[in-house]
């Protein structure tokens, strides 16, 4: 998996997908700095899932993101998306593999060298680790620092994503740490502040 510095940021779409998010979309891959898109959407019907997922994958391939599905190895193969986010609870990366083959799979460690330690042995292509900071997104149970992702670049140079309350005001202590990716959702999509394209705009 090859990393551009300069295309740090790893997006995940907001729970609802609304008419405007589309175009904001665009908006916001045109400055070229997201590697991944991932599609994480719980509530949705297989259906409806599979309507916005191809909407999505275009835009994607327009600007040269990979788009990934969380949790469901088998939308990502019907979408033939370029791969998919396991969590902890999810189908293991060894069944996922032989579903998936080559594409992308990377897996959730959460604040476990452990937990990393069996996804690289499993061929993992990137590893999340989170929370780093509160998020409103999700509920955070497990904390991460950076001392983890310390330990974690001495063992292995599988790529590195950051989770977790992401925003203009700490990104850069992750990077500054070497971290290859920072995953962002709420920062971007529910800013009541700034748009999303000005939220991408001040992650320089």
């Known amino acids: ?16 997908i609304n008419k405007s ?33 191809k909407k999505i994958k275009k835009i994607c391939k327009r600007f040269n993101v990979k788009f990934l599905i969380n949790d469901d190895v088998f939308i990502a193969k019907k979408l033939n998306a370029d791969g998919c986010h396991l969590g902890q609870k999810d189908m293991k990366l060894i069944e996922a593999r032989k579903i998936l083959k080559k594409k992308i799979i990377g897996v959730t460690c959460h604040n476990s060298v452990n937990l990393a330690k069996i996804a690289i042995k499993n061929k993992a292509d990137y590893l999340a680790f989170g929370a780093f900071f509160p998020s409103k997104t999700k509920k955070t149970k497990f904390k991460a620092n950076l001392n983890l992702l310390k330990k974690i670049k001495k063992i292995t140079k599988t790529p590195t994503v950051a989770i977790g309350g992401i925003n203009s005001d700490n990104y850069k202590k992750l990077l500054l740490n070497k971290v290859n990716f920072l995953a962002i959702s709420g920062y971007v999509w529910n800013n009541k502040k700034l748009k999303p394209i000005e939220t991408i705009r001040k992650l320089k």
């Open 1 to 16: 998996m090859r990393i551009n510095r300069k295309k740090f940021i790893y997006l995940i779409s907001p729970t609802k």
């Open 21 to 53: 998010f589309y175009q904001d979309l665009t908006k916001v891959l045109q400055l070229k700095k997201v590697s991944f898109f991932q599609l994480r959407l719980k509530k949705q019907s297989l259906k409806k899932k599979l309507i916005i997922g």
